[in-house]
């Protein structure tokens, strides 16, 4: 099984839509972060949160939401789709430890259409 | 925030051949990873380098943090190589930037 997961893989949706996307990983990493990815453009920061109850804002949050529901658990919703938020978007896990060392772990992403 | 700069931006090799890609970044960095993204879009750790060099197989890197600036070495280059490669940095915040990417494309 994947370490992290995301769901859905594909999703195409209409404008104002609400939208989730969800991720959940069993890797036991408390960091958890949200990127989207545009052509040419590499990956931007929307949201990341260290801990269960740390949230916060990344590059380009807004018109962007989260909810860190667990540690395992990191949704990120669109509270009203519009067509640039077309993207595909990328959830990773990263294993912060004191003494050195973070590395990112992605999900496989999630492909959205606003139309 | 840290800038992170990738070059070259595109690279078309001949299977076999070897390359360099490279990443800038701006101020010092406590991480460093490079990242493969394959043709389906999977984003593929390659290394975690801060500093110092590593090597897996035909691919290295080595990051100069004085200097700022690390490379990731391809060497015999094969078509499984193709996609993008990504430089993340983090500095004292622990905050990741990516680069905007190399994109590779190896020919038969």
């Known amino acids: 099984d994947a370490d992290v997961t995301q769901t859905p893989r594909n999703r195409i949706t209409k404008t104002g839509k609400r939208i989730m996307l969800e991720c959940s990983q069993t890797k036991g990493h408390d960091r958890m972060y949200w990127y989207r990815q545009d052509p040419g453009l590499g990956l931007r920061l929307i949201y990341y949160s260290f801990d269960v109850k740390d949230i916060n804002k990344g590059e380009i949050s807004d018109g962007y939401s989260v909810s860190r529901q667990a540690q395992a658990k990191f949704s990120l919703s669109l509270e009203s789709a519009i067509p640039n938020q077309t993207a595909l978007y990328f959830c990773a896990t990263s294993d912060f430890k004191a003494s050195g060392g973070d590395t990112q772990y992605f999900g496989p992403g999630t492909r959205l259409t606003v139309l | 925030g840290i800038q992170v700069e990738q070059s070259p931006p595109d690279l078309i090799l001949q299977e076999g051949a070897n390359s360099t890609l490279r990443c800038n970044f701006s101020d010092s960095v406590n991480n460093l990873q490079w990242f493969h993204q394959n043709p389906w879009g999977q984003l593929i750790n390659l290394f975690y380098?801060?500093?110092g060099t590593k090597q897996n197989g035909r691919l290295s890197a080595t990051t100069v943090a004085t200097e700022r600036y690390s490379l990731l070495y391809i060497s015999s280059s094969q078509t499984t190589d193709s996609g993008v490669y990504f430089c993340a940095v983090e500095g004292g915040s622990y905050i990741p930037t990516f680069g905007r990417g190399t994109s590779l494309i190896v020919h038969p």
């Open positions: 380098i801060p500093s």
